[in-house]
């Protein structure tokens, strides 16, 4: 029953995240709001709700280690998982906003996740707080920026939802939210009862299985755009991801509920990982051909991505 629960509790959370995005950037267009800053802004926060939603779940239920394996676990799959598959598919090309703005950005975030949590295994309301402004502070440096160099605004934004009528919006706000705090609670079940079961911590079940879920949408996104030879999923958009999901799943989160670490290999282990493959990215771009991620490195950047995974239930 648990691995059913997991997998109707991710269908219910990838449902629930599509139906949101719908209704948030329907919204959006009703309230006179640029595509840009819909993009950057409104898409990034809706595609978070998933995360968002397990950890305040896993957080008010007790199992606070669940709220930041999912996070944690989440960002090394963006980079080394998704990223990597993308890079074996069709080699990325990497801009000078990564250099300057999104990989320090994502460093401080982590760098301070860490931090937080080491001085005394608590990320409490004070520091979620911090995480949540900081975040805010990025989309207002990203947005200005992007205003300042004429950027456009992303394509894969649906203009037709300009049209969507109230009587939608506000239903797909509703099943949305509520598909989502459903699968949200069958996931959080179903992961604590097969970490029961294999004998491992809610931990590990966490950073592998949770984890690995809730980055589904952004593998398949990123996949099927790889194979048709279209734009594949940016780099930006990754590193804009894990920015988000520690800015605004941990602080939201955090400032609800203080989350308690009770698995300490979260931060002699796996917060590591999540740091090391981030910071690995700017070798990866630059060496051997520069301001370009390979084929090889993305086969590295799986290949780290199995390993972490294999490290993970082996202890």
């Known amino acids: 029953m648990s691995i059913f629960?997991?997998?109707?509790?991710?269908?219910?959370?990838?449902?629930?995240?599509?139906?949101l995005v719908r209704s948030s950037v329907s919204l959006s267009f009703?309230?006179?709001?640029?595509?840009?800053?819909?993009?950057?802004t409104v898409v990034s926060f809706a595609t978070s709700a998933p995360e968002l939603i397990v950890s305040m779940q896993s957080a008010f239920s007790g199992h606070p280690d669940l709220a930041l394996?999912?996070?944690?676990?989440?960002?090394?799959?963006?980079?080394?998982?998704?990223?990597?598959?993308?890079?074996?598919?069709?080699?990325?090309?990497?801009?000078?906003?990564?250099?300057?703005?999104?990989?320090?950005?994502?460093?401080?975030?982590?760098?301070?996740?860490?931090l937080f949590l080491q001085?005394?295994?608590?990320?409490?309301?004070?520091?979620?707080?911090?995480?949540?402004?900081?975040?805010?502070?990025?989309?207002?440096?990203?947005i200005y920026r992007a205003r300042k160099l004429h950027k456009?605004?992303?394509?894969?934004?649906?203009?037709?939802l300009k049209e969507s009528p109230n009587y939608k919006i506000i239903l797909w706000l509703v099943l949305g939210g509520t598909s989502l705090w459903f699968g949200s609670d069958l996931l959080v079940k179903g992961a604590t009862d097969l970490a029961i079961t294999l004998g491992v911590s809610e931990r590990v079940?966490?950073?592998?299985?949770?984890?690995?879920?809730?980055?589904?949408?952004?593998?398949?996104?990123s996949v099927i755009a790889a194979l048709k030879k279209e734009k594949a999923i940016s780099l930006g958009n990754l590193i804009g991801s894990n920015i988000f999901n520690i800015g605004s799943v941990l602080g939201i989160t955090a400032l609800i509920k203080p989350i308690h670490v009770q698995d300490v290999q979260l931060l002699h282990s796996d917060i590591f990982w999540m740091m090391g493959i981030a910071a690995a990215l700017v070798p990866l771009a630059l060496i051997p051909k520069r301001y370009s991620i390979s084929r090889f490195e993305g086969f590295l950047l799986v290949g780290s991505y199995v390993l972490f995974i294999y490290l993970s239930f082996a202890k």
């Open 205 to 221: 079940i966490g950073v592998s299985m949770v984890a690995l879920g809730t980055s589904i949408p952004e593998l398949a996104a």
């Open 5 to 19: 629960y997991i997998i109707i509790g991710l269908v219910l959370l990838v449902i629930g995240g599509d139906l």
């Open 69 to 114: 394996s999912n996070v944690i676990g989440s960002n090394i799959a963006n980079i080394a998982l998704v990223l990597g598959v993308t890079a074996l598919i069709a080699p990325l090309n990497v801009d000078m906003e990564f250099f300057k703005i999104n990989w320090p950005k994502m460093m401080i975030a982590s760098l301070l996740l860490y």
């Open 119 to 142: 001085n005394d295994l608590i990320l409490s309301r004070l520091e979620g707080g911090f995480l949540l402004l900081l975040l805010v502070v990025f989309v207002i440096i990203i």
């Open 30 to 40: 009703k309230l006179k709001l640029s595509k840009l800053v819909i993009g950057m």
């Open 152 to 160: 456009s605004a992303p394509e894969d934004i649906d203009e037709s």
